[in-house]
């Protein structure tokens, strides 16, 4: 079972829609959760983090987390198209030996279209 | 400088070669990681210290060897490699051991011939 599962994409959105990444894992216990862009040839970014139930927003970034569902989504509100990159969720997790350990899932590529 | 820095930025080695990669952090950071990210793979942990002690080997093979002078610094020593250990590798740090949020450096991608 993957730890952390997000459709690869590609998603894509013309200039200024909301664009929604979604993001599930399997650890119940997980506690942290990140976004993080990437964008081509270059290494990752946080750009988001979120540790509670709820919406959290960042200008024109929201991040949303439903533990009792295991799920965590990012909205990108009026996309541009410098918000074209890939988007990997990652959480950290609770159990264990791997206790506090980041797993990151494959990303979501977003392509923003003028 | 700041944030966190790497090089080479690109390196291209022959199966019998070895190299090393360099990472330094300037943001006063107590835990530094190596990642691996190949294409359509999720980003793989492969190793985590916390103030310059091992704290995780996640079953790399021992052609790769890390060294944590102290809390700025990481290498990764390369030797023998196989050409499907040809990826983009990334350092990254946290305030602490506690695996808070990390910040990454612009990596090293590498090529094994």
């Known amino acids: 079972q993957k730890e952390v599962e997000q459709n690869s994409g590609p998603l894509s959105v013309p200039e200024g829609a909301i664009a929604s990444l979604n993001c599930t894992y399997s650890d119940r216990g997980s506690q942290s959760f990140f976004w993080y862009r990437q964008y081509s040839g270059k290494s990752p970014e946080l750009i988001m983090s979120i540790y509670s139930n709820g919406d959290k927003e960042d200008g024109r970034f929201t991040a949303q987390l439903n533990k009792a569902s295991q799920y965590v989504s990012l909205l990108i509100r009026d996309s541009q198209p410098s918000d074209s990159a890939t988007y990997l969720c990652a959480v950290r997790t609770s159990r264990g030996s791997t206790l506090g350990r980041l797993y990151f899932g494959r990303g979501t590529q977003l392509t923003v279209w003028p | 400088e700041t944030g966190v820095t790497q090089t080479p930025r690109h390196l291209v080695m022959g199966m019998t070669n070895k190299k090393s990669l360099k990472c330094e952090q300037h943001l006063g950071h107590n835990a530094m990681y190596w990642y691996k990210q190949s294409a359509k793979k999720p980003l793989e942990l492969m190793f985590v210290?916390?103030?310059?002690?091992?704290?995780e080997n996640n079953s790399v093979p021992s052609r790769f060897s890390p060294e944590c002078p102290n809390s700025s610094h990481l290498f990764l020593h390369l030797h023998t490699l196989q050409p499907e250990d040809s990826a983009l590798y990334l350092c990254a740090s946290s305030q602490d051991k506690g695996w808070a949020e990390q910040y990454f450096g612009p990596g090293t991608r590498l090529t094994v011939t």
């Open positions: 210290y916390s103030l310059e002690e091992r704290v």
